[in-house]
């Protein structure tokens, strides 16, 4: 059961692209470096990132392009994780529009899994396509007398930050980052494997927060 706390208006910063840079504080990103039109095994790699030839040469294999971290170890019911990966299909908040000028976010309810990295990776959309999801992501407060949240605080909504993200990108959240549920945009669904570790236990394997009354703000 998510626990509400109050909200009140927010100037969120402008939301941006979803870069590595940018997204570095909540987690990681992931994406090809490699321009869509490159075809061909490319006569030089990539220097930015830890690359060697796979496959017969035929292939590129990038090493460590995220993390997963199981860090039910410290959870109070000392029940062991596994890594389980599910497949969210997500529909549209807003049918047919691609206009990021008036498309307003409306987050209602902001979670974390306090104990697991967690990767959303898109399924059949390239980074040309129409669709694109948003990425609503803030950092926690210490922890109070007053918080329900024991270990880890209650989201600091003041440092609230908004991502555009298209299909060719995949996204990590670090452990216990506080994330609003898959925002798509667009005309399609967008369907996502999620990678994380889940032990079973609700309360540890994930905490919501209802917002009191809804953050909404036109991008």
Known sequence: MAT???SRPINMEPNTPLTESEFAPFGKVIECPLKPSTITFPASLPTLHKVVPANQDTALKFIDVTYMR??????????????????????????GSTNKTDFP??????????YTTQTFIPLGV?????????????????????SPFTTMGPPDLNKMRRFWAHGGQAVTYGVGTWHMPMAVVGEERMDFVVVQYANGVADEDC???????????KL
Do not use: W
């Not at 170890?73 to 497949?87: F, T, Y």
């Not at 976010?105 to 306090?114: S, Y």
């Not at 905490?207 to 703000?217: A, D």
């Open 105 to 114: 976010v409306d987050v209602k309810i902001l979670e974390r899994h306090p």
């Open 126 to 146: 390239g980074r040309e396509a129409q669709g694109m999801y948003l990425v609503v992501v803030a950092p926690t407060l210490p922890p109070t007398g007053q």
């Open 70 to 95: 199981n860090c039910y170890g410290s959870a109070p019911s000392n029940i062991p994780a596994k890594a389980v990966m599910n497949m969210f299909s997500c529909f549209p908040r807003l049918l």
């Open 207 to 217: 905490q919501e927060v209802r917002l009191v009354p809804p953050v909404q703000e």
């Open 4 to 6: 509400s706390i109050p």
